[in-house]
T-cell receptor
Framework: DAGITQSPRHKVTETGTPVTLRCHQT?????MYWYRQDPGHGLRLIHY???????DKGEVSDGYSVSRSKTEDFLLTLESATSSQTSVYFC????????????FGPGTRLLVL | GDSVTQMEGPVTLSEEAFLTINCTYT??????LFWYVQYPGEGLQLLLK?????DKGSNKGFEATYRKETTSFHLEKGSVQVSDSAVYFC???????????FGAGTTVTVRA
């Protein structure tokens, strides 16, 4: 257990509305990540953060923005949700050590109608 | 760029059967390799990892050996249980890289 929580765990929203997902960690890890999981694609990186206010894009960043104002919180925002953003979203942290391993939160299931 | 290819599922087995899930990768340099497992309704859990050629990762009866000559990291378990039913993901992180590259996942169902 890497001390990662995500909220909400489930959300249903309508096309065109903004949505914010929250990832919270309790162990002061520097690196945090947002992935989406879709059938046949495994997990794909949306955005990541390497420190407070330091973020960068992943491979599927279009339509998403992130913010990190505190070490423990990493927010993912869908500015105007679309049906193609229906997915399961996972937050992860990177544990620095002998092997830089990522640990995942429980996920948020988002349905955009 | 880096990529991972794993065998397509779904895979259905009987209890106590032998499980193999093939995973091959493309990467420059010397990546670290991982297997993650996702049980129904849950997030991903790290199952095992290996950081250099010929390393063997093992956990919960699962094993995988880092084979640089064949760029493979196949997952094996000698005798599966119903509780091993899950989706298994092979992944890598390149040297000096920041992100994991995942395979598409393999769904395994074990029947009693």
């Amino acid at each position: 257990d890497a001390g990662i929580t995500q909220s909400p765990r489930h959300k249903v929203t309508e096309t065109g509305t903004p949505v914010t997902l929250r990832c919270h960690q309790t162990e002061n890890h520097r690196y945090m990540y947002w992935y989406r999981q879709d059938p046949g694609h495994g997990l794909r990186l949306i955005h990541y953060s390497y420190g407070v206010k330091d973020t960068d894009k992943g491979e599927v960043s279009d339509g998403y923005s992130v913010s990190r104002s505190k070490t423990e919180d990493f927010l993912l925002t869908l500015e105007s949700a679309t049906s193609s953003q229906t997915s399961v979203y996972f937050c992860a942290i990177r544990a620095t050590g002998e092997v830089e391993t990522q640990y995942f939160g429980p996920g948020t299931r988002l349905l955009v109608l | 760029g880096d990529s991972v290819t794993q065998m397509e599922g779904p895979v259905t087995l009987s209890e106590e059967a032998f499980l193999t899930i093939n995973c091959t990768y493309t990467a420059t340099g010397y990546p670290s390799l991982f297997w993650y497992v996702q049980y129904p309704g849950e997030g991903l859990q790290l199952l095992l990892k290996a950081t250099k050629a010929d390393d063997k990762g093992s956990n919960k009866g699962f094993e995988a050996t880092y084979r640089k000559e064949t760029t493979s990291f196949h997952l094996e378990k000698g005798s599966v249980q119903v509780s091993d039913s899950a989706v298994y993901f092979c992944a890598l992180i390149g040297s000096n890289d920041y992100k994991l590259s995942f395979g598409a996942g393999t769904t395994v169902t074990v029947r009693a």
